[in-house]
Every structure is written in structure tokens, then in C-alpha cells.
Nanobody, 119 residues
Framework: QVQLVESGGGLVQPGGSLRLSCAASGSIFSINTMGWYRQAAGKQRELVAHITSGGSTNYADSVKGRFTISRDYAKNTVYLQMNSLIPEDTAVYYC?????????????WGQGTQVTVSS
């Protein structure tokens, strides 16, 4: 079992920034991928970004150049720095942890944190 605790969501104006954090604990398999997904109202959950234990990253086209994912390996924590936020970024953001060998969308999930971009 892996437990994920998220923090950092909130309300921000367009053009603003937020930083999400997600700390993992429990039975951490060494070769793993941590990432962020989001689900807007009425839409399917989508991958935002992920980062492997080896440091490889992948981003959705819609966030490239605006969002940065990073990890603190000693703390088993993943971060998502979100800059130049736009209203279309409004969603519930979920942290995900999975063994890298497992498929996208599998593994463990955080409880979700709301991000609202509005003036």
C-alpha cells in the first residue's frame, strides 16, 4: 500500500502561479513514476505530467512551457509548479504513484486538490 497526501491547491487569478505537493509513504517500490492528473467538471481525467524515479519527465501538450514537475527523492515527494495559469487549468488535480512497469492510470491516487483559475 502507498499513501499519497496532496497540498497546495486553491484559487488564483489568470496568469498567476500555484505549487502542488504530494508526499508518498508506505511500500515504495524503488522503480516508480509519480505524476499529476486532472479532471475538470464534465470531462475525463487526463495526465498533466509525470516523472520517473530516473528523472524522465512527460507533459501534456496543453501545459508544456508553463508547468514543471520535479521530485525530492529523499522525501518521496513530487511537486508541480504551475505558472501562467489559465481558466482552462481549473480542475481537481490528483497525485498518482505507480511502479513504472505498470500502465498509465494504474497505481495509487491522492484525494485530489481543487485548482480554480478565475478573476
Amino acid at each position: 500500500q502507498v499513501q499519497l497526501v496532496e497540498s497546495g491547491g486553491g484559487l488564483v487569478q489568470p496568469g498567476g502561479s500555484l505549487r502542488l505537493s504530494c508526499a508518498a509513504s508506505g511500500s515504495i517500490f524503488s522503480i516508480n513514476t509519480m505524476g499529476w492528473y486532472r479532471q475538470a467538471a464534465g470531462k475525463q481525467r487526463e495526465l498533466v505530467a509525470h516523472i520517473t524515479s530516473g528523472g524522465s519527465t512527460n507533459y501534456a501538450d496543453s501545459v508544456k512551457g508553463r508547468f514543471t514537475i520535479s521530485r525530492d527523492y529523499a522525501k518521496n515527494t513530487v511537486y508541480l509548479q504551475m505558472n501562467s495559469l489559465i481558466p482552462e487549468d481549473t480542475a481537481v488535480y490528483y497525485c498518482n504513484w505507480r511502479p513504472t512497469i505498470e500502465p498509465l492510470g494504474s497505481g495509487y491516487w491522492g484525494q485530489g486538490t481543487q485548482v480554480t483559475v478565475s478573476s
